[in-house]
């Protein structure tokens, strides 16, 4: 047995003896943790309205959201079939498991993947968000074993692709994006876009 079926084991004792807090865990790693990261993100998009680089900003909140889809879209389409590494609770059948989950490829982990994507993005346009997003991104990788439907190396992976896909992505996308949000805040849709007297670029 391998340093990760390892500490996976240990993390699922530690489930075993806590639970007191399995519903929350269980809420956390099936939609929780996404659900606070992307509330996050509405924040930082409120903030960067006040910006005199808000446009760009913006387009970073924008780029960070595609980022996330990519993310997801390279992990179920590309990396998960392509390994198919079966799941903690098929090679181990004796293990303690939180949420009922399709015996599909656990390497890497969907939700790590895109929460790392979120995260990088908001880190790189409002640090103090980030920090927080960087946090939920943490906690949901470790709600993803705690509940055992992953091994450690699948959510540590699929955050660091998650953060590379969204520091690939990011300077072209703002860049495309932040011309087309300029001419949008001379339309109606402007009080989404621009808060106070912010000047246009």
Do not use: K
């Amino acid at each position: 047995m391998g340093p990760d079926s390892t500490l996976f084991l240990q993390i699922n004792q530690f489930a075993a003896a806590t639970p007191w807090v399995h519903g929350f865990m269980a809420a956390y790693a099936l939609w929780g943790g996404l659900v606070g990261l992307v509330l996050v993100l509405g924040c930082c998009w409120w903030r960067v309205r006040r910006e005199r680089d808000g446009y760009r900003s913006m387009a970073g909140v924008l780029a960070t959201g595609l980022s996330g889809v990519v993310a997801l879209a390279v992990s179920s389409y590309l990396l998960g079939p392509l390994i198919n590494r079966p799941r903690p609770f098929v090679a181990m059948p004796h293990v303690l498991q939180l949420l009922p989950h399709a015996a599909d490829s656990s390497f890497p982990s969907d939700h790590a993947m895109v929460a790392g994507a979120l995260a990088a993005g908001i880190l790189l346009i409002h640090r103090r968000l980030g920090l927080v997003a960087v946090v939920f991104a943490c906690l949901l990788a470790f709600a993803r074993v705690y509940v055992g439907v992953h091994y450690p190396s699948d959510v540590i992976s699929g955050l660091l692709i998650g953060f590379a896909v969204t520091a690939a992505l990011m300077i072209p996308l703002v860049a495309a994006l932040a011309p087309l949000l300029v001419r949008l805040a001379r339309t109606p849709l402007r009080p989404l876009l621009v808060a106070g007297v912010v000047r246009d670029e």
